[in-house]
């Protein structure tokens, strides 16, 4: 059965065209602005509605708040992963990966075990859910115990991006110990003599982080994983992650280590809520000034899937880039980015991960989405 959707604004690529139209057919955009119209296809008319590429969000640890929603409570994983994927299918975001940590015994779900429950149930749920949902597994490299947890997650195939993070203070993301203290007594409720361990054992287990990351990502790119690097902040750290292989560089900390990520060839990575907050949480590089700087490769939901949209549909005005460019950076290069060339534009060929945009009010509405060419979400009047 065929789709042909009409009278959409479609933002390809290069333009927006006006009162156009587009085929599905067998999961992929079979023909934009066709000569004819199908005789054989169900019509659908959009009403001038915008119609983007789904997005694709290469880190999102939200999953992780659906499981955990305060300390020490959880809801069952099959809940919390199918409530995630519907808060993500009105979100516009047709490719998600889902940013699990492993942290030892650190911070709540951020421990290895449940880490690793998280990153199978979401394997086993995925035929069974409306978007396409990938495990993004986070390593922080003072944790000695979880390589071998990850290399049995990738000898099974479960999972899609691997992504190595160190938030020992004095680096990174937190710039002191002061920094990192409160981070743990606001959001996790640790008292100084848990927060004492944990910085003790954090930099005592530094030591061997080299060796274990270099077995890691030889491990990843075996499988066909690519490889991230997480809050970079110098060019000696993105040149050093680049020389084990990873090919993203997720929120680099500054102007100076993003634009040597690019020039490595990595592509970056900044949080959408930045844009529409106009500030980073942890005082790092502001997204738009990325944007503005031509250091941004990709935009990502990183804790709120709900901001992506709004944030892109913002840049035009806020950067001076075309409405093309913006989609661009949660679709087409982050879909590049994750080893995923079969989608993130509107082109002839491509699967048809599709999403139908309101403008009309004050805030941008998903009306419709489509994944593989199969309507997932279908509001009144179309």
Excluded at 15 to 26: G, H, K, S
Aim: hydrophobic share 45%.
């Amino acid at each position: 059965m065929k789709t042909y959707l009409t009278h959409a604004r479609i933002v390809t690529p290069n333009e927006t065209l006006d009162d156009a139209a587009l085929i599905i057919e067998n999961g992929l955009i079979a023909a934009i602005n066709p000569e004819t119209a199908p005789s054989d296809a169900r019509e659908i008319d959009l009403q001038g509605r915008l119609l983007l590429p789904g997005l694709v969000d290469l880190h999102c640890d939200a999953l992780e708040k659906e499981i955990e929603p305060r300390p020490g409570v959880h809801f069952p994983l099959d809940f919390a992963i199918n409530n995630a994927d519907r808060r993500n299918a009105l979100a516009g975001i047709t490719t998600v990966f889902h940013a699990l940590s492993f942290a030892n015994e650190e911070l709540g779900v951020r421990n290895n075990d449940f880490a690793a429950q998280i990153a199978r149930a979401v394997h086993q749920e995925r035929p069974h859910l409306l978007m396409d949902n990938r495990v993004h597994c986070r390593y922080e490299v003072t944790d000695s115990e979880a390589p071998s947890l990850l290399l049995k997650l990738l000898e099974h195939d479960e999972i899609h991006l691997l992504s190595f993070m160190d938030h020992t203070p004095g680096q990174g993301q937190f710039k002191s110990d002061a920094a990192y203290r409160e981070y743990l007594a606001k959001s996790y409720k640790k008292t100084d003599a848990e927060i004492n361990q944990l910085l003790a054992e954090k930099h005592a287990a530094g030591a061997g982080s080299e060796a274990r990351m270099r077995l890691l990502a030889e491990a990843a790119h075996a499988r066909g994983v690519q490889v991230a690097s997480h809050d970079d902040d110098t060019p000696e750290k993105a040149a050093f992650v680049h020389g084990l292989g990873a090919t993203i560089s997720e929120f680099p900390i500054n102007l100076e280590t993003a634009q040597a990520a690019r020039a490595l060839g990595m592509a970056t990575l900044f949080g959408a809520p930045n844009i529409l907050r106009g500030k980073s949480q942890s005082g790092s590089m502001r997204a738009l000034d990325a944007v503005l700087n031509n250091v941004a490769d990709c935009l990502c939901a990183d804790y709120a899937p709900a901001a992506m949209l709004p944030a892109l549909l913002k840049l035009p005005e806020l950067a001076g880039i075309s409405l093309s460019q913006a989609i661009a950076l949660a679709s087409h290069n982050p879909a590049r980015a994750a080893g995923l060339p079969n989608r993130g534009s509107i082109a002839t060929g491509l699967r048809a991960d599709l999403i139908a945009v309101s403008t009309l009010s004050s805030t941008a509405r998903i009306e419709g989405v489509w994944v593989q060419g199969q309507a997932r979400v279908m509001m009144r009047g179309l």
